[in-house]
Structures are given as structure tokens and as C-alpha cells.
């Protein structure tokens, strides 16, 4: 048996167990997250020259969201191949969001993202179909032998073989002396002098098997510790932590940042969710049209095909015109999903997908359900890129899905999968309830507020990847991290480091360790102190807000702070790693929370529905909202839309610098 | 190092049927999904690469060397593989998908219907 509780049996923890003990290290650059953004990150700045640090909760070999694998390279409009410019696809993508997505990483990820992939190839990784296993197929371009996924005529989102990336990457940081500390959870920021807003000046971390303290004095910080999950669907009794994301993601970032004066942006948009859901199925491992799968053929239990239809509703013939612009449209932005979910995304944008009315179409007798997703009248080249390259290179899919169904006997050229999306008719899995939300586990999300040096409003304290409430993509991770990298470097270079303050550091050990102690008559476990926040959040910010409901929500959160948070134990350093989530969890629950009473109107593409402000969009509410805490509480501010400016203009220059800079090593 | 959560060692040999029983232990439920890789004893070494490269920290290595890891938070698990992928013994471990997790497919010439 390989249980724990093997007869009753109980193991002595395997790791010597050091609470308390300090670990002091020095560097210019730390980097907190060695997930995709974080070794980027890191692997730019020891380029520049600079000695690097990644502080990593996992292990950076495989940790963060795509770990196990990537299988699109989202918006490279830098490509040979591309048929938009990155300018027009970053306005598209813009305004694809009514305005809110960050415009300073879009730019970045659209205009570098092929740039970067090609260092991905340096560093080994398989970029191009390089034994023409491809040739002939319409979604291959025979001169760069790039492959490329959607929009065949436009060619700007490429397939990659990414099951791999993580690895190299890992080998590239050692190779390049950045020093690597996995399963060390960073716990807070500290600033000079510990003054509250002050210069970055390093961080604190707790080894997450030994509960050793680590502390890292640094001339610049990196936040790339992803998005925080778990804010209104809790549960670990249905799939893992039911996660779309990996549920180290706490958000620990947010936290972080919050508690020294950082600013965060975006924090009020929260989604009904298809993805995060304890009911869904694995990850890509169920029949669909979307994404990996996309454009899958779906048919019903009689063999009925289900057809397919353009943004203009015209009815689509074949597969290859499923992978076109429509009559009149330049581009399209992803397709597939018929789903009925409130989506505001505009037409001008919008790809193919099956017919949206097919729940209807079914409940009158036209189609039969179940349906699946029938792989083997799919031409010979769109079979074998979906079910090889892309299941076997998607995050998560290559043992999950190809390896396990494939030992269980499924054959793509002869076996339909089951979908359990078009169950209801619907392209898309929707929610139970609408209660059951997401903050950033798919989708544009809010998070750290930045600059054209993708630093924050506090000196020194630089984000890349998924919390700069831009891309939630592999590309934009990569892109963006090693932007900030660069720019971090320079930084370092450029400032002397700063002075730790004994007193923060003091405070912060007291904080982190103090779950131990919580052995007395009452305690309470992170699991359900988690689910208490998350039913919190699903009755008093959900589907629709108002300012009484926001407030219950807000004392309720406050009640928890003080009484139940308190109680929180851990009994050995893992545990201790996941209280201390779920105490950042709450944190950001209460941000968010103050994010929504802060915006006196509805938004569409904020999915946000204040029923006692309903007037929709208005155009004085067409901005960021920003929020801080202040050393007298938290201080609500806001930012014109596209308060970036010119993309280009802004860009360019630092670019020329970072890769200047970067030439050195 | 082990040690047992009760007083009493098993030493009798099971019998349910004639009212005695191996000892008997005060376990509470396991969490579930309770087992999200199966290990193969007789093919995997001990050599404890899963447990270094897993993304939630599931496993903590067998006490006992040579021993396949222990799932000590089999809930935590994300289902991504890099335990499965990066172990050098094919076959060593699997992913056990959590039944409400196992999808069906059909044969398309045939109608016939299987699962994971
Ligand atoms: C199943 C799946 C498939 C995907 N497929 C694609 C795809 O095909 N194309 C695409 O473009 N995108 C894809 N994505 C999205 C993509 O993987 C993410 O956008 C990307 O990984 C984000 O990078 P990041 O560095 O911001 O976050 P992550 O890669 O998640 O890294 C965050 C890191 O921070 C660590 N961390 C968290 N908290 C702390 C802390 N307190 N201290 C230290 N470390 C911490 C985590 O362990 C993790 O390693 C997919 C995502 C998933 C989940
Ligand atoms: S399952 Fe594989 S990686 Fe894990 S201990 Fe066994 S042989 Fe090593
Ligand atoms: S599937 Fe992922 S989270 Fe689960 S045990 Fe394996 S490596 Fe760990």
C-alpha cells in the first residue's frame, strides 16, 4: 500500500523540520515564481548580468500553469507569416474587452512573441515542423515550417510542441548561474527601512518541507506567482482542488503586494465559470470545438452532423472554411464555443462555431444528444495535429488525456469521444449555478498595476505574466517575463541595494509561523476556512451585486479575519504552506470585495451587474479603478482606459535596451 | 520511521466470518478522490523523481527504500502529469482519474460503447 493511512499507520514527517531557522541570501534580482513568466524573467536578467535568484513554491522543473505543456503560442503577430500587425492585433484585442486589458503587455506579448519563441528554440525546444510530418497541410507555412492554429489566413496563433519548454527552460536558468530555491513559498515583500510604499528591497520565504524562514535581500523583485483561485468555488472532495489553474496559484502575489502599498486594478471583474468548475472533466479530455480541439467535427448519437456557422451566420460547407475569416472580416480572434454564456465579445472578432441555437434544435428533435466529437471524419492532417500535436503538448493533456485514454483502448481514427459541453446543447460547459464564479483561472483578469517597465507603483517591484491583469497566456507569460527580467536588471544596475529592516522581517516570522501554535481546544482546518471564504463570496458577491449585499460581504470577511482566521493550524510545514494561502485567499477576497463596492455602475465586459447602479457602461465609468492600501486604509483611485499611451512609441526604445542589455551574456 | 496510531499490532490472522478480524484501527474517512496515481510496486525503484517533480508536493518518499512513494495529499493532486512523464520506469505509475472523471467513447463502425 501507498497510502498514508495504511492500517492505521502513521509516518514520522520525512523531512527535518527547521521552524524558525533563517536562511539569509543576497542578489540583485529575485524573482518570485519560477513558473513560465518567472524563468523567463530570470533567464533575461542573468542574460543582462545580473545575479538572480527564483524563489518557487513547487519545483521550477514542472511548476505553474504551463508546467506539463502549451500547445498554442498565442498572438504572435511578429511571425514571418502573419497577416496582422501586432499594433492591430493588440488594439483588437483591446477592444475585444470594451477596453480593459492591459495594453502594455498585450503590445508586448503580440509584438515579441514569436521573438521569444525563437529563443525557445535555441534553448531546444520544437518550434516548427522540421521533418514535415505537416507538409501539404493547410495550416502549415512551408517557408518558416511554422504551424499555426484558427485563423489559416491571418496565421498569427502557432502550434508548438510545448510538453517540453519547462525543462529547458529549468536548464537554461542553471546554465546561466541563476540560483533556483523550489519549495520555498515567498510569504511578503519587504522595503526599505520597512517603510509602508518604500523600495522593494527583498522577501521573505518559508520552505514549504523543512519550514525553514529564507530571507532574500534584493536591488529589484519580480512578482510572477500567478493569479489567485478558490475565491467562490471550493472544494476537495470532487477533483483535486478543482482548480483550473495549479493550486499553488493562491494569489500569494496579490497578497503580497497588497500589504505593502502596491496598487492592483480590475479587482471588482469576476466570471461565471466554464473551466474552474469541481463538475468539469479533465482538462481537453472530453469531445469539444474549442481550443485544442478546435474545429472539431461534433455529432449527435445518430451521426447527425452538427453544422457550423460564421460571425455573419452564414452555414460553413467545410472544415478548412471553419479556419477563415467571414465575408467582410479581416481577422478572427479563436472560435468554437456555441456557448450561451454571457460573452461580449464583438462580432468583428468572432470565429466560427457551431450553431448557437442547438439546445433549442435538440429540445424540438433535430439532433439527439449525446453528442461527441468525431475525430475520425476530420481530414487526415486535422486529426493527427489534434489528437498528437495538440493533446499531446496541451498543459496537462499529454498522460492525463493522450497516454491514459489511449491505454484504455481509444483510437482517434476509429473512436468518437464523448462531450459532455454539448450535453445541454450548449458549446460550452456552463456553470451549475451562477454563484459558482472565477476570478482569474481563464480569461482577462485584474492584478498588479504597471508601467511601460512592468513595474508598479512601488520602486523596484516589477510583474510579468498572468497577474499583470493582461494575457492569460503562455506567450504573454514568456514575453512579458522576459521583459521584466530586462527591465528589472537594469533597475538593479542602476540603484544601489536597499536597507532590510530587522523590526519587518520580526513581524513578518511572527506571522507566518503563527499557525503552528494553534493547537487549543478550537482550531480550524485551511480546507474549511477556505470553503467559508468562497460561500462568503458566492451569497454577497456574486450574480447581481448591490451595495447591501457588498457590505454583508465585507463584515462577514472582516468576521472571519478576526475570529475564524485566527484559529487556522497546521501541524506540519505543507499544511503550514496552505494556511498561509488561504490567509492570502481571504485577503484577496476582501480586495475584491472593496473593488466592487468602488464602481458605481454595470459593466458588460466586467461582468459586473450592480443592480442598484444598472445603467450599463456609461462613459464616465469607462476607466480603471486602482486600489491600495494606505497606511490609513485603502485608498481608491482611477486611471484613464488607455492610460498607456502609444504602444509602439513606448515600446520600442525599452525593447532595443532589454535586448542591448541582454547581448551581454 | 513508523509508528502505529493504536496499541495494538495486527498479530492475528483475519477471520471476519467467525467474529474475530485483524486489529482494528480508529482511521477516520479518507479524502477523496483518496488515489489519484497508481504506483507498480514490482517496477518502480524508490528513486523518488516524482516526488521531486510534483507540482502540489502529493507524495512524501517511502520510508522503506526501494519503496514506491506514499500519497499523503492525494486531494491536492492537479492531474498533470509531470509525475507519470518524467519517471524513468515505464509503467512505474499511472494516473487513476477519480470515477466521476472517466469519460466514454464510441466505435464509430461498430456502436459499441467503452471507457476509461
Ligand atoms: C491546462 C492548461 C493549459 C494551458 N494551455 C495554454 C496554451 O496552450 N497556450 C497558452 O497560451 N496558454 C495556455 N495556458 C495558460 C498558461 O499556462 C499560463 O498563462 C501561464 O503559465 C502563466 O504564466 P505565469 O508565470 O504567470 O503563471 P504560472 O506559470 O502558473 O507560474 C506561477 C508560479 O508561481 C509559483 N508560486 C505561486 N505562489 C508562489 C509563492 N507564494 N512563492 C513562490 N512561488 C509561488 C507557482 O508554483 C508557479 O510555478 C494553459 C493553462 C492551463 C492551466
Ligand atoms: S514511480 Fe517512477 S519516479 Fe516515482 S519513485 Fe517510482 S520509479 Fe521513481
Ligand atoms: S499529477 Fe501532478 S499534482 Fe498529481 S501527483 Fe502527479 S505531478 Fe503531482
Redesign the interface.
Given at each position: 500500500m501507498?497510502?498514508?493511512?495504511?492500517?492505521?499507520?502513521?509516518?514520522?514527517w520525512?523531512y527535518t523540520v527547521r521552524y524558525g531557522n533563517e536562511q539569509r541570501v543576497e542578489t540583485d534580482v529575485l524573482v518570485l515564481g519560477g513558473g513560465i513568466a518567472g524563468v523567463w524573467a530570470a533567464i533575461a536578467a542573468a542574460r543582462c548580468g545580473a545575479r538572480v535568484v527564483i524563489m518557487e513554491k513547487?519545483?521550477t522543473?514542472?511548476?505553474?500553469a504551463g508546467?506539463?505543456g502549451v500547445d498554442h503560442w498565442q498572438w504572435a503577430a511578429d511571425n514571418p507569416a502573419s497577416g496582422v500587425s501586432p499594433e492591430d492585433l493588440t488594439e483588437a484585442l483591446i477592444e475585444n474587452q470594451g477596453g480593459y486589458r492591459n495594453g502594455i503587455s498585450t503590445y508586448i506579448q503580440c509584438a515579441s512573441a514569436y521573438e521569444t519563441l525563437v529563443e525557445m528554440e535555441r534553448m531546444g525546444g520544437k518550434v516548427r515542423d522540421t521533418d514535415g510530418e505537416f507538409r501539404g497541410a493547410e495550416f502549415r507555412d512551408d517557408a518558416s515550417k511554422l504551424l499555426f492554429a484558427y485563423d489559416y489566413t491571418n496565421r498569427f496563433v502557432i502550434r508548438v510542441w510545448g510538453?517540453d519548454y519547462k525543462?529547458l527552460l529549468r536548464k537554461a536558468c542553471k546554465r546561466l548561474g541563476v540560483r533556483i530555491l523550489d519549495?520555498t513559498a515567498a510569504t511578503g515583500l519587504l522595503t526599505s527601512g520597512g517603510q509602508h510604499g518604500g523600495r522593494v528591497v527583498g522577501a521573505t520565504g518559508v520552505n514549504?518541507?523543512t519550514g525553514a524562514f529564507v530571507v532574500v535581500k534584493a536591488a529589484a523583485v519580480i512578482l510572477a506567482t500567478s493569479r489567485p483561485q478558490r475565491i467562490w468555488t471550493f472544494s476537495?472532495?470532487?477533483?483535486?482542488?478543482s482548480?483550473f489553474r495549479?493550486?499553488?496559484d493562491a494569489g500569494n502575489g496579490y497578497a503580497m503586494a497588497w500589504r505593502i502599498g502596491a496598487k492592483l486594478t480590475m479587482m471588482e471583474k469576476s466570471m461565471r465559470s466554464a473551466f474552474g468548475s469541481a463538475y468539469s472533466?479533465?482538462a481537453y479530455?472530453?469531445g469539444n470545438a474549442i481550443n485544442t480541439w478546435y474545429p472539431c467535427n461534433i455529432i449527435d448519437a445518430n451521426g447527425k452532423a452538427v453544422p457550423w456557422v460564421d460571425c455573419n451566420g452564414r452555414l460553413l460547407e467545410s472544415v478548412s472554411e471553419r479556419c477563415r475569416p467571414a465575408e467582410g472580416q479581416k481577422f478572427f480572434i479563436m472560435g468554437g464555443g456555441s456557448s450561451s454564456l454571457p460573452h461580449p465579445g464583438l462580432k468583428q472578432y468572432l470565429g466560427p462555431k457551431p450553431i448557437p441555437d442547438l439546445e433549442q434544435r435538440m429540445l424540438r428533435g433535430e439532433f439527439s444528444p449525446p453528442f461527441?466529437a468525431?475525430l475520425?471524419s476530420m481530414p487526415d492532417s486535422e486529426r493527427r495535429v489534434i489528437w498528437g500535436l495538440m493533446v499531446g503538448n496541451e498543459?496537462?493533456t499529454?498522460?492525463?488525456v493522450m497516454?491514459?485514454?489511449m491505454?484504455?483502448?481509444?483510437d482517434p481514427d476509429?473512436?468518437?469521444?464523448?462531450t459532455?459541453d454539448f450535453l445541454r446543447g450548449s458549446g460550452m460547459r456552463e456553470p451549475v449555478v451562477p454563484q459558482e464564479r472565477t476570478f482569474g483561472e481563464s480569461g482577462v483578469c485584474g492584478g498588479l498595476l504597471v508601467d511601460w517597465d512592468l513595474m508598479s507603483n512601488v520602486p523596484g517591484l516589477f510583474g510579468a505574466g498572468d497577474l499583470v491583469f493582461g494575457g492569460q497566456d503562455h506567450s504573454h507569460a514568456a514575453a512579458t517575463g522576459r521583459y521584466a527580467g530586462a527591465r528589472a536588471a537594469l533597475f538593479a544596475r542602476r540603484q544601489a541595494a536597499g536597507e532590510l529592516c530587522a523590526e519587518q522581517i520580526a513581524r513578518e516570522k511572527q506571522r507566518v509561523y503563527a499557525p503552528l501554535a494553534k493547537q487549543g481546544a478550537r482550531s480550524l482546518d485551511w480546507k474549511e476556512l477556505n470553503a467559508g471564504i468562497a460561500r462568503v463570496m458566492q451569497n454577497y458577491c456574486s450574480e447581481p451585486k448591490n451595495d447591501e449585499l457588498l457590505r454583508l460581504a465585507q463584515d462577514w470577511l472582516m468576521d472571519i479575519e478576526e475570529n475564524e482566521a485566527p484559529l487556522a493550524a497546521a501541524d506540519n510545514p505543507?499544511k503550514l504552506m496552505?494556511t498561509l494561502d488561504v490567509l492570502d485567499i481571504l485577503t484577496c477576497a476582501k480586495i475584491i470585495t472593496e473593488a466592487c463596492l468602488a464602481r458605481h455602475a454595470s459593466s458588460t465586459h466586467l461582468h459586473f451587474n450592480r443592480i442598484d447602479f444598472p445603467s450599463l457602461d456609461p462613459p464616465e465609468w469607462h476607466k480603471w479603478i486602482t486600489l491600495r492600501k494606505g497606511s490609513r486604509g485603502t485608498e481608491i483611485d482611477d486611471m484613464p482606459i488607455a492610460f498607456w499611451g502609444g504602444l509602439e512609441r513606448n515600446y520600442r526604445p525599452r525593447h532595443r535596451e532589454n535586448l542591448e542589455a541582454m547581448g551581454k551574456k | 520511521?513508523?509508528?502505529?496510531?493504536?496499541s495494538t499490532t495486527?498479530t492475528e490472522k483475519s477471520d471476519v466470518g467467525n467474529g474475530t478480524a485483524?486489529a482494528v484501527?480508529?482511521?477516520?474517512n479518507?479524502?477523496?478522490?483518496?488515489?489519484?496515481v497508481v504506483?507498480d510496486e514490482a517496477i518502480c525503484t524508490g528513486c523518488d523523481i516524482c516526488v521531486?517533480?510534483?507540482?502540489?508536493?502529493v507524495f512524501?518518499?517511502?520510508?522503506v527504500k526501494g519503496?514506491?512513494?506514499?500519497?499523503?495529499?492525494?486531494?491536492?493532486?492537479?492531474?498533470?502529469?509531470?509525475c507519470?512523464?518524467?519517471c524513468p520506469h515505464e509503467g512505474a505509475i499511472?494516473?487513476n482519474?477519480?470515477l466521476?472523471?472517466r469519460?466514454?467513447?464510441?466505435?464509430?463502425?461498430s456502436g459499441e460503447h467503452?471507457?476509461?
Open positions: 501507498t497510502m498514508f493511512h495504511d492500517k492505521g499507520r502513521i509516518h514520522n520525512p513547487a519545483a522543473v514542472r511548476s505553474g508546467g506539463a510538453a525543462p519549495r514549504c518541507r476537495s472532495e470532487l477533483r483535486g482542488l482548480t495549479p493550486p499553488s472533466f479533465p479530455g472530453s461527441y468525431d475520425t498543459g496537462k499529454r498522460i492525463p497516454k491514459t485514454y491505454q484504455s483502448g481509444f476509429k473512436d468518437m469521444l464523448q459532455y505543507h496552505r | 520511521m513508523e509508528k502505529t496510531a493504536t495486527p485483524d484501527y480508529a482511521t477516520p479518507a479524502t477523496t478522490p483518496g488515489q489519484p504506483f521531486y517533480v510534483c507540482l502540489e508536493d512524501i518518499p517511502n520510508p519503496k514506491p512513494p506514499l500519497i499523503l495529499f492525494p486531494e491536492e493532486c492537479w492531474y498533470c502529469g509531470p507519470v512523464e518524467d499511472r494516473i482519474h477519480p466521476q472523471q469519460v466514454r467513447w464510441k466505435r464509430k463502425s467503452f471507457r476509461v
